[in-house]
């Protein structure tokens, strides 16, 4: 198996393939092996997983989730990199990589077709600019045990926060309301190439199997977090009437009185099953 977290043979490879990373593509490959064993290990993948890995760039995590996962699918935009797969990871019988946008895949559907018997998860180093679509389009496809990404240390950060603190955010609510997310362990800048200006974080989001928050409408829920957060560090009545403008500041008054809030509280102040009282009152009345 090649060694592609090998800055000696990782170069030269690339430079024999005319590689250059991109930019546009938020291209940093590993180059400590630790890494990619680590995020393999620590994701919980076994030989009862079907794992859908996204970006495997030349392959170190892609190598590390083969040896041990029933059967890996690849997605990569990059198709410079078919020549440079094929050497790192052509050994594996258990891997298929799909040249595609993921954001453009029907992701139910390509869990369903490649991994049937098997424990579907997903696992990914993501590109800094596009770790939130990514996030969301893996959460809301609802067909995984469990999603652990490598990202920016400050996501990671906002995805695990707790009510009330700096990092909360929509976000942070939208994550975990389909998932309880675990922070495992950061990755310095200097574990890459090129380096990023930025610490990463590997975090793992183990997929709620039961959502019991009580929303009876999940469109207005998360329309009331957006507006929740919309203007921050503002009374909550604020948000409320600006994000819903058929309730009026009056009306947004008292829906928080409804729910028993104190009349000067503020959005990020609240948890999930709070947000879902809040959420289900208004729903009543727009109905």
């Known amino acids: 198996?090649?060694?592609?977290?090998?800055?000696?043979?990782?170069?030269?490879?690339?430079?024999?393939?005319?590689?250059?990373?991109?930019?546009?593509?938020?291209?940093?490959?590993?180059?400590?092996?630790?890494?990619?064993?680590?995020?393999?290990e620590d994701s919980g993948v076994d030989a009862t997983a079907g794992v859908l890995e996204i970006g495997p760039g030349i392959g170190p995590l892609t190598q590390q989730l083969a040896l041990r996962a029933g059967k890996v699918c690849a997605v990569e935009l990059d198709d410079r990199l078919k020549p440079i797969l094929e050497l790192t990871t052509g050994e594996f019988e258990n891997l298929e990589i799909v040249w595609a946008d993921v954001l453009k895949l029907d992701i139910p559907s390509l869990v369903k077709e490649?991994?049937?018997?098997?424990?579907?998860?997903?696992?990914?180093?993501?590109?800094?600019?596009?770790?939130?679509?990514?996030?969301?389009?893996?959460?809301?496809?609802?067909?995984?045990?469990?999603?652990?990404?490598?990202?920016?240390?400050?996501?990671?950060?906002?995805?695990?926060?707790?009510?009330?603190?700096?990092?909360?955010?929509?976000?942070?609510?939208?994550?975990?309301?389909?998932?309880?997310?675990?922070?495992?362990?950061?990755?310095?800048?200097h574990c890459f190439l090129p380096q990023p200006k930025v610490t990463s974080a590997v975090i793992s989001l183990k997929v709620r199997k039961d959502r019991n928050w009580g929303v009876l409408d999940e469109?207005?829920?998360?329309?009331?977090?957006?507006?929740?957060?919309?203007?921050?560090?503002?009374?909550?009545?604020?948000?409320?009437?600006?994000?819903?403008?058929?309730?009026g500041k009056n009306g947004a008054g008292e829906v928080i009185a409804e729910c028993g809030f104190d009349e000067n509280v503020r959005g990020e102040t609240l948890s999930i099953p709070e947000f879902a009282l809040l959420a289900n009152a208004i729903a009543g009345r727009l109905k």
């Open 1 to 40: 198996m090649i060694n592609v977290c090998d800055i000696q043979v990782m170069k030269p490879l690339l430079a024999q393939h005319g590689f250059h990373f991109s930019k546009a593509k938020g291209q940093n490959f590993l180059i400590a092996p630790w890494v990619p064993q680590s995020i393999a």
């Open 114 to 189: 490649k991994f049937a018997g098997l424990r579907p998860m997903a696992c990914a180093n993501l590109p800094y600019y596009i770790t939130s679509p990514i996030l969301t389009a893996l959460l809301e496809a609802e067909c995984f045990d469990c999603v652990t990404v490598m990202v920016q240390k400050e996501v990671a950060q906002r995805i695990a926060a707790s009510a009330g603190s700096v990092d909360y955010s929509a976000f942070s609510i939208f994550c975990q309301y389909y998932a309880e997310p675990e922070l495992l362990f950061d990755v310095p800048a």
């Open 219 to 247: 469109k207005v829920f998360f329309r009331t977090v957006r507006a929740s957060f919309a203007m921050r560090r503002k009374k909550l009545a604020n948000g409320l009437a600006s994000g819903f403008p058929e309730l």
